[in-house]
């Protein structure tokens, strides 16, 4: 059952799936293809964004944050540029969009610009998020029952058996986040000590079923939500609870908000075998091209999907260049 219920997880990662659902093998394959190799970078996850802005910027890319866009602009039906919320103009011959097709095709460019059937098939990418992170400041490296301490920069599963990974999807079903819910752990400060400070750790969570849309409203229940899943920490690390100095948890509509995502899906549209290799995110833009000339998509959105591995980028980055 141990087995069992881990392996599930892959199945289900992300995504509005249980373990019975159609579907669950393939993204468990997908998950697989990769060979389930896991990196920590040194520094975090921020030290591979600031290793490749310094790889750009070296090779004479301009990197502005803090500049929203507002729109997409278009010269006879081409793109040719943006506008900032700020209301500067900047042109470009091309125009390439890591933010999820749903933003970038219906928020910025507009289904006016877009033949209707194709915009009616954007309107339908599945992308509602279930998945939320939740992240723990300890002042200490927790102790797992039944975990060799030299194992604790691992990747940590709570996923017990294929029914309670079944029954933490229930929830999802009707509105609401898991009872018990399933999670991916890693510490990764247990590898690079800069992150936390010497005896101290954090500790990082994936925590399902949280789903984007919560029936009671995440504002009504997400210090309840975040109290369980430390809760059910406890179960498998006694003593986690008095180690906590600070958490966040970042529900499905946290990440929207901060980052964009419409429904907080990580991988920008569910990954299904009706949303994946020439029908992703929808046929008619599954090559990184859309309909609109000079305007392709980037991101996670895009074939492969998401999961930090870089690959719709190069392709997409890849096909820009073939196009030129």
Known sequence: DLLKGALSLDGTLGTFL?????NSVFCALHRMSGGNRYAIPAGGMGAVSDA????????????????????????FDRACGVELESGERLDADYVVSSADPKTTLLGLLGARHLEAGFANKVSH???????????????????????????????????PSLQYVEHAFNHAKYGEASASPVLEITIP???DDSLAGAGNHVLSAVVQ????????????????????????????????????????????EDLEAQF??????????????????MMRPVPGAAQYATPV???????????????????????AAQAVLRGA
């Open 125 to 159: 990418v599945r992308c509602r998020g279930v998945a939320a992170k939740l992240h723990l400041a300890l002042d200490g490296l927790p102790r797992f029952s039944e975990l060799d301490p030299e194992l604790a920069g691992q990747r940590l599963v709570i996923a």
């Open 209 to 252: 079923w949280a789903p984007h849309g919560l029936k009671a409203g995440w504002s009504n229940e997400k210090q309840a939500f975040t109290e369980r899943v430390i809760g059910l920490l406890e179960d498998y690390a006694p003593g986690i609870r008095k180690q906590v100095h600070h958490a966040e948890l970042l529900t499905p």
């Open 293 to 315: 000339a000079g305007l392709w998509l980037c991101g996670a959105g895009s074939h492969p999907g998401g999961g930090v591995m870089g690959c719709a980028g190069r392709n």
């Open 18 to 22: 249980g373990t019975r659902s159609n």
């Open 189 to 191: 400060s247990v590898h």
């Open 260 to 277: 964009g995502m419409t429904g907080g899906h990580w991988h920008h549209a569910e990954l299904s075998l009706d949303q994946f290799m």
């Open 52 to 75: 490749l802005a310094a790889a750009a910027t070296a090779a004479g890319a301009e990197i502005r944050t803090g500049a929203r866009v507002a729109r997409l602009r278009l010269d």
